[in-house]
């Protein structure tokens, strides 16, 4: 009996549920334990279901008595290291999430549903070793197959996408094969460097850069933010880091938001790297590419790992540096399932792995800044924009009482003319994609609302369309008051159509390019509206945030901002830090090159306080005094702020669900100065999809007091829910929305 005790082999296993533990699973029927390793999947029954469940550990014993057994195993390599796994339990634990919904969100979807993990995408060309003894010289009568070993003696091997990329022939890759001198074996996926440029020189780094580079130790941990202006050579800084840790035979890890992982941004470091292999990981792949990067950067195949929020969950064994570009960006941040900040975890995986951890921007986030403003990360500045471009000149221009013509100033409106004419390109940013913002009936006041959200619909034109921004709910556009039938409806506002129609006939001879969510399916699509813009050529560009990130357009020498008021009234506290931020975003794209930049600012309100200050005193000066006003009011990031959310159909529901749970919290922690709570409040966007959303918001003075609260108040949540009610633990909340 004794020995049959210590025989049994218990599965412990993430089983994607929404339920904040491991389930004991027997190994499946059949299989030695000893085939098995923490870190593979396999098949699990669940409720009548089967899932794709992580093993995380074997042990000998379980609570319960009837176990049931896995059904198949799934991998023979370990997917998830031991690094990995404790940083995924680190996750699971810090933003109280079920840790199955954790590894689940860590692994790209062809692998959440089974799918095997090993095929390579990408064939690559190599030398054999008698391919890798020949002379330089050798195979002098056959030039396009000496051309190709030689190509090979210096880079080691070439994927089928670089031979073709740098006009070598398949049937020299043939000859050389058939001579026994190369090989094709399997690997993993790379985007080949710009057509012709074999690979593009590093600059001579100016001293500010020098500088920074001199004091990153890539030796072990520590968190630094690189706070330097839009275009002052932020990004050489991340290519030289990655070129040491490449060198020291590490894999380095690049996130970048959403919109800024562009074709451009790829090639760039491509072009750089021409020898190492680039996993990509973003939503813009297809599934099966995406699966393949993936497993490229967690065999450690890939050196150099590229992607938005998810890949900071990506198991890199080799890890050497983690780089955060734009450190700000709200897209860091998972706003649903488990709620994540890329960034925050950025400096908890480079702890835990004892590698150095870069965030970068030229508008960081308060969070960042206030770290660094402290010494808990160390504070780097590039003050100069790099090479010979200027900082741009920088105008408000009062649009109170001014004649707009769709939203735009006559002045500023000469101004583009003016910029066109002398040959070069202006970018107009609006904040709003579609027509019109609201549709209304300008005889009974009616206005065209989201049948499932507490918000207007938005006019597309174009497709004859209102749609919700927030559900994505369509209805066909109406030509008659659907409340009084009057046929004086009117577009209310404007967007980035509208714009687009008044600048196309008011500058007919100039391509105009419209970049927002709706002329963009793709990344390559953007990559393509924008070749004009990156030719050179005078062209006018207009959208909307997607065109403050990233793109580096040296030839526009004008900015116009066309409504700077939209973040100077909400009830959101961080919205004048991310208007702050957007703007000097817009602004930076300005004269980028050797041409000199103007940024011209459209505001009814020129004398705002907080637009003075940014406009004048810049982004670093403007987001230090708004520190001071959240530390005067007691906010983040000076304070731990969590909201416990819930949604439901049923409104009271949702409200008697959190006015329990603050009852419970209170019961535990009763409020003081140091545990605030308020709520339950309706979420800004009271209703979204048919659903009334309220939270409860937690404050404290140290995030060790709001831990082990928000982990009473789960597992009381897993135990006390309505069916149809959702609710959620948002840690470090990042939008009151
Ligand atoms: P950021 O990421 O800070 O916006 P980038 O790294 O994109 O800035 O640099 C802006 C431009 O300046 C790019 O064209 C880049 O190639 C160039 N650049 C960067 N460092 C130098 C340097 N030391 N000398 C000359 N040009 C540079
Ligand atoms: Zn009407
Ligand atoms: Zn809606």
């Known amino acids: ?91 699971a634990d810090y933003y109280q999430a079920p840790v199955g919904e954790v590894y689940a969100a860590a692994m790209p979807a062809a692998l959440r549903k089974g799918k095997p993990a090993h095929h390579w995408a990408e064939q690559w060309l190599q030398l054999t070793t008698e391919g890798k003894g020949l002379p330089q010289t050798a195979l002098a009568r056959a030039p396009k197959q000496q051309a190709l070993l030689q190509k090979l003696l210096r880079d080691g091997r070439l994927s089928r996408a670089h031979l073709k990329a740098q006009g070598h022939s398949m049937a020299a890759g043939r000859g050389l094969q058939e001579r026994g001198l190369v090989e094709w074996v399997a690997g993993p996926t790379v985007p080949p460097p710009l057509p012709g440029a074999d690979a593009s020189l590093a600059p001579a780094l100016n001293s500010e850069q020098q500088q920074v580079l001199d ?51 790829l090639r760039r470091i491509a072009a750089r790297f021409p020898d190492h292999s680039i996993a990509a990981l973003h939503s813009g792949l297809a599934e099966g590419e995406r699966a393949q990067s993936w497993l490229a950067a967690a065999a450690g195949q890939a050196d150099i790992v590229i992607g938005t929020r998810s890949a ?40 835990n792995t004892n590698v150095p951890v870069l965030l970068g921007s030229a508008t960081p986030a308060l969070e960042t ?44 409106l000469r101004h583009i003319g003016d910029v066109l004419a002398r040959g070069e390109q202006a970018l107009v940013f609006i904040n709003r994609r579609g027509f019109a913002p609201a549709l209304t009936c300008d005889d009974c006041g009616w206005i065209a609302d989201c049948a499932h959200c507490s918000s207007k619909l938005t006019l597309h034109r174009r497709q004859g369309q209102l749609r919700c921004h927030h559900c994505d709910h369509r209805r066909p556009l109406v030509n008659s008051c659907p409340q009084c039938h009057s046929h004086s409806i009117a577009a209310l506002g404007g967007g980035t159509e509208r714009s687009e129609e008044l600048l196309l006939q008011r500058f007919a001879s100039y391509p105009v390019i419209r970049i927002d969510r709706d002329t963009t399916g793709s990344k390559q699509a953007l990559d393509k509206l924008l070749a004009p813009a990156r030719d050179g050529q005078p062209c006018l560009l207009l959208g909307t945030q997607m065109l403050a990130k990233g793109h580096h357009l040296p030839r526009v020498t004008l900015v116009v901002i066309q409504d700077a008021d939209g973040g100077l009234f909400s009830a959101d506290f961080r919205a004048p830090e991310r208007t702050g931020q957007l703007l000097a975003q817009v602004a930076g794209r300005a004269g980028r090159g050797s041409l000199h930049g103007r940024v011209l600012v459209q505001s009814r309100y020129p004398e705002h306080p907080l637009l003075q200050r940014l406009l004048d005193k810049g982004y670093g000066d403007f987001a230090r005094q708004l520190l001071e006003d959240r530390i005067a009011a007691q906010l983040p990031p000076v304070r731990a702020m969590a909201l416990v959310r819930a949604e439901c159909e049923e409104p009271a529901w949702a409200e008697a669900f959190l006015q329990s749970a603050r009852r419970y919290m209170q019961s535990l922690a009763p409020p003081s100065p140091q545990l605030l709570y308020l709520g339950p409040v309706p979420a800004l966007l009271e209703r979204k999809s048919g659903r009334f959303r309220f939270y409860v918001q937690v404050v404290a003075q140290q995030r060790a007091q709001l831990q082990p609260l928000l982990a009473r108040v789960s597992t009381w949540a897993e135990g006390n829910k309505n069916r149809r009610l959702r609710w959620a633990v948002d840690m470090d909340a990042q939008d009151l929305s």
Request: aromatic fraction near 6%; proline fraction near 8%.
């Open 1 to 91: 009996m004794q020995e049959a005790v210590q025989q049994r082999v218990i599965l412990q296993l993430a089983v994607p549920v929404p339920l904040r533990r491991l389930f004991d699973y027997l190994p499946p029927e059949g299989l030695s334990p000893q085939a098995l390793a923490p870190g593979q999947r396999l098949w699990v029954p669940f409720a009548g279901r089967k899932l794709v469940a992580v093993l995380v550990a074997i042990v000998g014993e379980s609570p319960l008595a009837e176990l049931k057994p896995a059904l198949e195993q799934i991998d023979s390599t370990v997917l998830f290291d031991a690094h990995s796994r404790r940083f995924l339990a680190w996750i």
């Open 215 to 265: 004091v990153m130790d890539c030796s072990r941990f520590s968190a630094s933010l690189l706070e330097g202006v839009t275009g002052s050579g932020k990004t050489e800084i991340y290519l030289r880091l990655i070129e040491r840790v490449l060198a020291a035979g590490r894999q380095a890890l690049l996130l970048v938001p959403e919109i800024g992982l562009t074709p451009q941004t």
């Open 312 to 351: 900071i969950m990506t198991p890199l064994p080799r890890l050497g540096v983690v780089i955060v570009d734009e450190e700000h960006d709200a897209s860091f941040k998972q706003q649903d399932g488990v709620r994540y900040s890329a960034r925050d975890l950025a400096v908890v995986l480079g702890r």
């Open 369 to 412: 800044l206030h770290n660094a403003l402290t010494g808990r990360y160390r504070h780097l500045h590039l003050y100069q924009r790099a090479g010979n471009a200027h900082p741009p000149q920088i105008h408000v221009v009062p649009t109170l009482r001014e004649p707009l013509e769709a939203g735009f100033s006559p002045q500023v």
